[in-house]
């Protein structure tokens, strides 16, 4: 775990362009003891071989694999450019994040940092950071940017007769995650559910929350409410935005007529549903055999294969939490943490999906760029 404090990190910087932003942060690298004279050509060169820009106004420059030797201690040198750097190709960096690496240990540093930037929202955030602590806070994961929502907030087939159950027992999952008080729980049965169709019920409270937070109960046996059917109970306890974008998966569900997944699904399958993409296509699987990985570079080579294609591409890495990202983004497909042998299992949904998948499995049989 890569563990960031204030000396790391360069405020209100400026730079005419990428070249001139990478030389700055090379030379911190370098005063902070990081790696030798030198390792400034191999972020260049690295540079000019394939852009470490990878969205959300982030960019990761680093060095190539030959320069590696020029490293004396894993770290990185952030600088943050709140007028933003030209980063080619109508891109803008807001926040570069320098990286020396030995070995495979820059796979850590990236799936750390990626999994916090690549939330919706985070890059707007970086650029108007004031302070030191504030980015850490956002780069350490501490800063919410994604709702909480996981097994142990769903409470499938409880004995409820009526709505003030669940919505209690909703709520009180919330409180007993420590992201609610009371409060909550008692503004949340005052206020009432709001029937959303399908058997869907929403409530939802803001007092006294502390982290947003979903939760969602099922009863045992359906019910009706005001005339309407009760299958499920959906409880938002919100303290900011970050439960905009599972509203925004639980509106696809509720277009789809698709809403009593959530009723017959099991709880893992309950919270995919509502914190990723899903789509229904053909899949296959494919195993790494990059030296290091799905670094940067490789990385970049997947993502741009996989836009070539307009079909809607999900890769989730099998040994890793398995959770599917979208394969076109290199921010998402870096936080997978993938290493040599890890297999990945791509599931793509559209005319060309074949062809999509065909051309991803000869990418990565051809070495992603790097040889067999």
């Known amino acids: 775990m890569l563990t960031l404090s204030t000396k790391d990190i360069q405020l209100q910087q400026a730079a005419a362009d990428k070249q001139e932003a990478i030389k700055a942060i090379a030379a911190g690298l370098e005063q902070q003891g990081l790696v030798e004279t030198g390792y400034v050509k191999g972020m260049l060169d690295r540079e000019a071989q394939n852009s470490t820009f990878l969205g959300n106004g982030i960019a990761i420059p680093h060095g190539t694999t030959d320069t590696r030797g020029l490293v004396k201690q894993t770290g990185v040198r952030i600088h943050h450019f709140p007028q933003g750097v030209s980063w080619g190709d109508d891109k803008t960096v807001y926040l570069a994040i320098g990286i020396a690496a030995k070995s495979d240990e820059h796979l850590g540093i990236l799936k750390q940092l990626t999994k916090v930037l690549s939330a919706d929202g985070v890059e707007e955030k970086l650029r108007t950071a004031e302070n030191a602590e504030g980015l850490i806070a956002i780069l350490n994961g501490e800063t919410q940017l994604e709702a909480d929502f996981d097994d142990s907030l769903i409470q499938l087939e409880f004995p409820a007769t009526d709505l003030i159950q669940l919505t209690a027992v ?202 067999r």
Not at 318 to 347: R, W
Not at 356 to 366: N, P, T, V
Request: aromatic share 4%.
């Open 170 to 371: 909703a709520a009180g999952l919330v409180k007993n995650r420590q992201s609610a008080t009371n409060e909550t729980v008692a503004a949340a049965i005052a206020t009432g559910a709001t029937y959303l169709g399908q058997g869907l019920w929403l409530a939802k409270s803001r007092a006294g929350v502390t982290r947003t937070t979903l939760s969602l109960v099922t009863p045992a046996t359906a019910f009706k409410e005001e005339g309407q059917p009760v299958n499920g109970l959906l409880f938002v306890a919100a303290c900011n935005g970050a439960h905009v974008k599972n509203l925004t998966y639980l509106a696809q569900l509720l277009y789809k007529q698709q809403a009593d997944k959530l009723f017959t699904s099991a709880a893992d399958k309950i919270v995919a549903l509502l914190t990723e993409e899903v789509i229904e296509g053909n899949s296959q699987t494919f195993k790494i055999r990059n030296p290091h990985g799905l670094h940067a570079r490789p990385g970049a080579m997947l993502v741009s294969v996989a836009k070539k294609f307009d079909a809607n591409i999900l890769v989730a890495n099998l040994n890793g939490d398995g959770k599917a990202v979208n394969a076109k983004s290199l921010m998402k497909v870096i936080a997978l943490g993938v290493k040599q042998g890890h297999e990945l299992a791509f599931t793509a949904q559209g005319d060309d999906a074949d062809e999509a998948l065909a051309a991803i499995g000869q990418a990565i049989a051809d070495g992603l760029g790097e040889g």
